[in-house]
């Protein structure tokens, strides 16, 4: 079911659409970039590394407690009434509101603010 997975397991084969959303996004990116002449190589410094890192880290955690995305989660599943996607959903407005208090300050705009 994934890349790795098809790669390590006898019975999986690893070229699933999957394999090809993730190789094909960073590739579809880099030649539209590269096509237009805006490619460019950068690395965020120090705590904002991290705090992507985290960031995406909690997203994957997230994810796989959830049993989904948040779209497969607040679409598909609030309209059937899930009560997992129901408290998934809940959970992700939380954790929305809680993220932009913790990163937001007077002294900088937030992008969700700035209107």
Known sequence: ????GGLVSPGQHPMTWGTFMILGIPLGSWLSAWSRGTLEWW???GWELARRFCGGLFMGIGGTV???CNIGNSLTGVSIFSLNSLVATASILLGVTLAVRAFSSRDRVCPARAT
Do not use: Q, S, Y
């Open 1 to 4: 079911r994934t890349l790795l």
């Open 43 to 45: 690395v965020p410094e």
């Open 66 to 68: 959830a049993g989904g």
